[in-house]
C-alpha cells in the first residue's frame, strides 16, 4: 500500500481507520523525543523526519537535494513499518535495541535492516520508540551517515 500524498495529514486520513490513533501516537513519539534540528515531511510517500538541507547542504547521496532522511514511518498493507537509518549504521544501537525490545512487548521483535514492522497497533512499545528516537543528535546522525554511507 503506498500512499503518495503532499502532507503528513492527507496520508493519515488514507490509512486504515483502525491504524490511525496508533500512528498519530507514533509520530507524535518520533517528534516529541527526537533531538531538535530534525525536520518532519513527506519524503518517499512515508512521514519522515531528516536533516534539512540548510543544515547539511550536502542532502541525501541517492538523490541529489534531498534532506537527509533519518526515521520513516510508512503504514504498509499488513503492518505499520518504522524506519530507522541509525539502526541500520550503528551496530551499538542495533544490539542496544534488539536487546530492551523484549522488555517491552511479548511479541517477536519483527525487523529487518532499518525497519521495524508492527501487524498489530496494540504491540507498538511506544516509551520504546520514543528511547530509540532519542539516541541520535543530527550532528550524530550526519558524522555516522558520512562514515558508513556517503560515496
Known amino acids: 500500500m503506498q500512499i503518495f500524498v503532499d502532507t503528513?495529514?492527507?496520508y493519515?486520513?488514507?490509512?486504515?481507520?483502525?491504524?490511525?490513533?496508533?500512528?498519530?501516537?507514533?509520530?507524535?513519539?518520533?517528534?516529541?523525543?527526537l533531538p531538535k534540528g530534525?525536520?518532519?515531511?513527506?519524503?518517499?510517500g512515508m512521514a519522515t523526519w531528516c536533516v534539512p538541507l540548510k543544515t547539511y547542504p550536502a542532502g541525501y547521496?541517492?538523490?541529489?537535494?534531498?534532506?537527509?532522511?533519518?526515521?520513516?514511518?510508512?503504514?504498509q498493507k499488513n503492518f505499520v513499518a518504522f524506519y530507522h537509518m541509525g539502526i541500520y549504521a550503528d551496530p551499538k544501537l542495533l544490539d542496544w535495541f534488539v536487546g530492551e525490545f523484549p522488555k517491552h512487548s511479548k511479541k517477536k521483535l519483527?525487523?529487518?535492516k532499518?525497519?521495524?514492522?508492527?501487524?498489530?497497533?496494540?504491540?507498538?512499545?511506544?516509551?520504546?520508540?520514543?528511547?530509540l528516537c532519542s539516541k541520535i543528535t543530527v550532528d550524530e546522525w550526519i558524522a555516522t551517515y558520512e562514515k558508513n554511507f556517503k560515496k
Open 8 to 10: 503528513i495529514e492527507e
Open 114 to 131: 532499518s525497519c521495524i514492522r508492527f501487524k498489530k497497533m496494540e504491540d507498538i512499545p511506544f516509551e520504546l520508540m520514543g528511547e
Open 110 to 112: 519483527d525487523m529487518g
Open 61 to 75: 547521496h541517492c538523490a541529489k537535494n534531498t534532506p537527509l532522511p533519518f526515521i520513516s514511518v510508512a503504514s
Open 12 to 33: 493519515i486520513s488514507q490509512i486504515p481507520e483502525e491504524r490511525r490513533e496508533a500512528f498519530r501516537e507514533l509520530l507524535e513519539t518520533v517528534d516529541s523525543n
Open 38 to 44: 530534525f525536520q518532519q515531511n513527506m519524503q518517499y
